[in-house]
C-alpha cells in the first residue's frame, strides 16, 4: 500500500509521523487558508492590536528569536486530521525564528502559539470566552490566554496552563496581569495613541516601563542623537 498524498515540504518529525498514521492528506503551506476577507471589528480594536503588535515586536528584537503577530489563521493537526482557525487577535510565539508569517501552520513551525490575546466584541465575545479557549487549552496546548474588551475594558482576564487546564491569573495590586511566559505585565493605560484617546492594553515591564511603540522609539533615538550634537 502507498503512503497517503503529503504536501512536499517538510514536515517537523512528530506531526509527520501523525499525519503518515493517520493517512491526512495535507495541502501544501501557500495553499492554506491566510486571510477570511472579514473586516477587523471596529478602528479601535485594529488600533488596539498594532499597539500590543508593534511594541511587542521591538522589545522581541532584542531576543535571538521569537514572534509576534495578529489577525492570523492557524492551521494545526488532530487524530482526525487538519484543522484551521481563524482571526487570533494577537499571538506570541518564542523559540522560532523571525520572520513575516501569512499564517501560523504548527506542524511547519513546530509548536503553537506561547500566548494568545484575544479582543472581545459583541459579535465574538461568546466563541472567545467558549470555543476559542477550548481549542486553546486542548488542542493548541496555549500557556497563556488572555482577552481583553476594547470598548469595555472591564473585562479582561487572563489564563495560564497548568497540567493541561486553563488557571485564572490573579491581578497584582495594580490591576495588572503578569505574563510569566514572557516577563511582561499586561496593564491598562489611558492616553493617547495615534491620536486616539481612551483606555488602552499594553505591555509594560515588570518594573513599571510601558513598552514603547515604533513612534516612540524613534522620537527618543532623535533626541539622544540632537542632544548628542549639542554637546559637541
Not at 47 to 58: A, F, K, P, V
Not at 98 to 111: A, L
Not at 196 to 208: D, F, I, K
Request: with cysteine; glycine share 8%.
Amino acid at each position: 500500500m502507498s503512503k497517503p498524498a503529503l504536501l512536499k515540504e517538510e514536515l517537523m518529525p512528530a506531526y509527520e509521523e501523525m499525519a503518515l498514521s493517520q493517512g491526512m492528506i495535507l495541502l501544501p503551506f501557500n495553499e492554506l487558508a491566510c486571510e477570511d476577507n472579514i473586516p477587523i471589528e471596529t478602528e479601535q480594536h485594529k488600533l488596539q492590536m498594532e499597539l500590543l503588535i508593534d511594541s511587542l515586536r521591538l522589545w522581541l528584537n532584542k531576543l535571538p528569536n521569537g514572534y509576534v503577530g495578529g489577525n492570523m489563521f492557524i492551521h494545526y493537526l488532530t487524530p482526525k486530521g487538519h484543522k484551521a482557525f481563524k482571526g487570533l487577535d494577537v499571538i506570541v510565539v518564542l523559540d522560532v525564528p523571525k520572520g513575516i508569517r501569512d499564517n501560523w501552520i504548527v506542524w511547519k513551525e513546530g509548536k503553537g502559539p506561547d500566548v494568545v490575546i484575544e479582543l472581545l466584541s459583541k459579535s465574538t465575545i461568546g466563541e472567545d470566552k467558549n470555543k476559542k479557549k477550548e481549542v486553546y487549552q486542548n488542542q493548541l496546548f496555549v500557556k497563556e490566554y488572555f482577552w481583553f474588551d476594547p470598548k469595555k475594558p472591564v473585562d479582561f482576564s487572563g489564563f495560564t496552563l497548568q497540567h493541561g487546564i486553563y488557571q485564572t491569573i490573579s491581578a497584582n495590586n495594580e490591576g495588572h496581569l503578569i505574563s510569566q511566559i514572557l516577563g511582561l505585565k499586561l496593564v491598562q493605560w489611558k492616553g493617547f495613541y495615534k491620536n486616539a484617546e481612551t483606555t488602552w492594553l499594553q505591555w509594560e515591564t515588570l518594573e513599571g516601563d510601558l513598552l514603547p511603540t515604533p513612534e516612540e522609539a524613534e522620537q527618543k533615538r532623535a533626541e539622544r542623537l540632537a542632544e548628542k550634537l549639542r554637546r559637541g
